[in-house]
């Protein structure tokens, strides 16, 4: 039996971000389990460049992103950072967040293969909208769902006013904004958060087979109907509909479409190549 992607990764330059692509799903793990997995620059620099290179890689299909240890991701590290400076320079926080827990999450949202988050444990912060931007959350019963903020005096970043309203309405978001009350995996699922809640056990195994369904599938035609999907929400019916047509139109051009249409006719199943 081969090891799983989890215990035979291809580690990155440091270590603190494991990669392995297996059977076209390219695995992303965070490995700073004694930091709950809080989030360097590094690492997260490190992450929007594996997503980059998973959307220009044919050989790439879906994307899993998960972590070691009891936490996904407790958000940013706010004491392995650099030294804060004497004098801060009006503009110097809208930047840092713009290019930092911005960019981490419109990679995921622009990431051009489907991508899957297996929790593993508490998802806090940054951490959490890492897992809620991703197209589908599988989430192990220990999962945990934070939105600590509130806790520090911060405002929510990472996208997390534009992200939870569309996900769960107003209300709901400015409840967990509001309180900074720890969502457990059930009631995440309850709320249309999670997609699915599986015992610790099985979460690496059901994102293994989510994750090689989504690469067996036609990969231009996903990719198409996440940027429709996602879109939707900020545009009007036409824009929808004119946007949608011309999805239509590109990947009717596709080979995959071709065999989608073909192995109708011929009453078999397709065989998708991503192209």
Request: charge should be neutral.
């Amino acid at each position: 039996m081969s090891a799983s992607p989890l215990e035979r990764p291809e580690k990155s330059r440091d270590s603190l971000i494991l990669h392995a692509t297996d059977n076209a799903v390219s695995w992303i793990t965070l490995n700073r389990p004694e930091a709950m997995n809080a989030l360097t620059p590094d690492q997260r620099d490190r992450l929007v460049q594996l997503l980059s290179d998973a959307s220009a890689d044919p050989a790439v299909r879906a994307v899993v992103i998960t972590a070691t240890g009891r936490g996904f991701c407790a958000g940013a590290d706010l004491r392995g950072g650099a030294a804060r400076p004497a004098e801060r320079v009006a503009g110097d926080v809208a930047r840092t967040i713009r290019l930092g827990a911005q960019r981490l999450v419109a990679a995921v949202l622009d990431c051009e293969k489907p991508v899957l988050a297996a929790v593993n444990g508490t998802a806090a912060g940054i951490g959490a909208h890492l897992a809620l931007a991703c197209d589908l959350v599988l989430a192990a019963e220990e999962a945990r769902f934070i939105e600590v903020f509130v806790r520090r005096g911060l405002v929510p970043d990472g996208g997390g006013a534009y992200l939870l309203p569309r996900l769960i309405g107003p209300q709901r978001a400015k409840e967990l904004m509001f309180f900074g009350d720890a969502l457990s995996a059930a009631d995440a699922e309850r709320l249309g958060l999670v997609n699915r809640v599986v015992p610790a056990a099985d979460l690496e195994k059901t994102a293994r087979a989510w994750a090689e369904r989504l690469a067996a599938g036609p990969t231009r035609a996903l990719a198409l109907t996440k940027h429709l999907v996602n879109a939707s929400l900020d545009t009007d019916r036409a824009t929808a509909f004119a946007a949608e047509a011309a999805a239509q139109e590109i990947n009717m051009a596709t080979a995959d479409a071709q065999e989608g249409v073909a192995s109708f006719v011929e009453r078999r199943a397709p065989r998708f190549e991503g192209r």
